[in-house]
């Protein structure tokens, strides 16, 4: 009987230490998994704040912009974010009605827009 009892014994520590070992495995997994989560978190926001900071551009002390004459049909929403611009020159341009709001936001914001 005591053999059997090591037996069960010796069985029952074998089946524990493989139990440990899955749940190893499996927390690692999932620690793996999370990092990456995290990673893919990070690299999207940094990729937004790149897509931003190019919408921007590097335009902080541009203050007269010429684009008349270049057929151009419509203007990025983009433009009204440049503080500094204070001339907007774009006669000469067939521009559709979402050109029209931007120059109607930019005149709000105190440019002035030559068409």
Do not use: W
Request: charged content about 40%; overall charge positive; some cysteine.
């Amino acid at each position: 009987m005591c053999g059997v009892y090591l037996s069960q014994q010796h069985f029952c520590k074998e089946l524990k230490r493989d139990v440990s070992k899955e749940e190893i495995e499996k927390a690692k997994i999932e620690r793996e998994k999370e990092e990456r989560e995290k990673l893919k978190k990070e690299k999207l926001k940094k990729e937004r704040e790149k897509v931003e900071r190019e919408k921007k551009g590097n335009l902080s002390s541009l203050q007269t912009l010429n684009l008349e004459y270049n057929q151009l049909t419509t203007l990025p929403e983009s433009m009204i974010n440049i503080t500094s611009l204070k001339n907007l020159y774009v006669s000469g341009n067939q521009l559709d009605s979402r050109a029209k709001s931007v120059l109607k936001q930019l005149k709000k914001k105190g440019v002035s827009v030559s068409t």
